[in-house]
């Protein structure tokens, strides 16, 4: 019988655990005032760096599916963080801004992000943080140039 990967071994449940710790962190140290879902938040900081843009350009940079960033376009509309607008070129297209509230909202995100990011940095070694930045880069290369995409199952046979 040959030895199992555990759970606790496997890189896509590794990152997913790392980041939702990170993140719960990170909302703490927001306070509640005004909770946003990773999605909504997502969406929000894609506004605040490109506004105005549309939900084909926020999948294309955040990677969320046109089901979660819709949804998180309603629940910030309904919030009054931005507001939708039909593109005079293409009316296909809605064109996404951010509302005076959603600029607000941004700014304040921005700068609680600025200063968990500086925590973190003092809180872990230096050498992880770059280390997983590093490797974080090459991940994310792989994926852009199409070099790390799921295999494709002929057969029931495993794929090594």
């Known amino acids: 019988m040959h030895d199992r990967l555990r759970m606790e071994a496997f890189l896509p449940f590794r990152l997913i655990r790392i980041a939702e710790s990170v993140d719960n962190g990170f909302m703490q140290f927001c306070g509640s005032e005004d909770e946003l879902s990773w999605s909504e938040w997502q969406v929000l900081w894609s506004l605040g760096e490109h506004n105005p843009t549309t939900a ?78 590093s490797g974080l880069v090459g991940v994310e290369d792989l994926i852009s140039t199409g070099h790390l995409r799921a295999p494709q199952r002929q057969s029931e046979e495993p794929l090594v």
Do not use: M
């Open 56 to 133: 084909k350009a926020i999948s294309g940079h955040s990677g969320l599916s046109k089901t979660k960033i819709s949804r998180a376009v309603k629940v910030l509309e309904d919030k009054d963080y931005l507001q939708r607008k039909k593109d005079r070129s293409d009316r296909r297209f809605e064109l996404l801004s951010l509302t005076p509230k959603g600029r607000q909202r941004f700014d304040r995100l921005a700068s609680d992000a600025e200063a968990f990011q500086r925590w973190l940095e003092r809180s872990v070694n230096i050498a992880y943080l770059s280390s997983l930045d």
